[in-house]
């Protein structure tokens, strides 16, 4: 059992450019979520998912975009990578909103 | 937004002794969940242990135990028999139903040998 998977574990990337973190679980979660962590500070949401097809803001969704067209599958892109993305990237998947949150091993990002 | 609050950015605690972290809360929720994660050098996130609000019992697991105060909005977390493998950043999380799960800065703890 998987459970939630990301790549890559490690990304370095020029400001500007821009790319995609993969994220997938198959535990057959409904909830997926995109979190990232900056030095000194807790898990802050970037974006969520209820299910296929819907997907909303969290607290730092700015230079962010997600799509969700299956139940496993729940990418995050970078479409202009700046300095201020730096960070590590986690994402996590639950049955619903209240149950425990799975979360991956997440991404660390490096914005030069 | 709700806020969460870790006091103490790092505690240390002796092998085989008890350990208390600390969390307070902001809400005007009456139904909601508290969680405790941990945070090894691995980086991987683990759910300690949960709390629901409405019940008046505190969570345990293991040697985890919470001390949930409703009224004062406060959530600590205790380690007994502290072990080498406890040592790791804590966070303090909270999560009211169709709002978003936040959490607290974290508190870095070292059990020394």
């Known amino acids: 059992n998987a459970g939630v998977t990301q790549t890559p574990k490690f990304q370095v990337l020029k400001t500007g450019q821009s790319m995609t973190l993969q994220c997938a679980q198959d535990?057959?979660?409904?909830?997926m979520s995109w979190y990232r962590q900056d030095p000194g500070m807790g898990l802050r949401l970037i974006h969520y998912?209820?299910?296929?097809?819907?997907?909303d803001q969290g607290e730092v969704p700015n230079g962010y975009n997600v799509s969700r067209s299956t139940t496993e599958d729940f990418p995050l892109r970078l479409l202009s990578a700046a300095p201020s993305q730096t960070s590590v990237y986690f994402c996590?998947?639950?049955?619903?909103?209240?149950?425990?949150?799975?979360f991956g091993p997440g991404t660390r990002l490096t914005v030069t | 937004a709700q806020t969460v609050t870790q006091s103490q950015p790092e505690m240390s605690v002796q092998e085989a002794e008890t350990v208390t972290l600390s969390c307070t809360y902001d809400?005007?929720?009456?139904?909601?969940?508290l969680f405790w994660y941990k945070q090894p050098p691995s980086r991987q996130m683990i759910l300690v242990i949960r709390?629901?609000?409405?019940?008046?019992q505190n969570a345990t697991e293991n040697r985890f135990s919470v001390n949930f105060q409703k009224a004062a909005k406060s959530f600590s977390l205790k380690i007994s028999d502290s072990q080498l493998g406890d040592a790791a950043m804590y966070f303090c999380?909270?999560?009211?139903?169709?709002?978003?799960?936040?959490f607290g800065g974290g508190t870095r703890l070292m059990v020394k040998p």
């Open positions: 996590a998947s639950s049955y619903t909103d209240l149950d425990e949150q799975y």
């Open positions: 535990m057959n979660h409904e909830y």
């Open positions: 998912s209820v299910g296929a097809g819907i997907t």
């Open positions: 809400t005007s929720e009456s139904d909601y969940y």
């Open positions: 709390q629901e609000a409405y019940k008046q």
């Open positions: 999380a909270y999560r009211a139903p169709w709002d978003m799960l936040t």
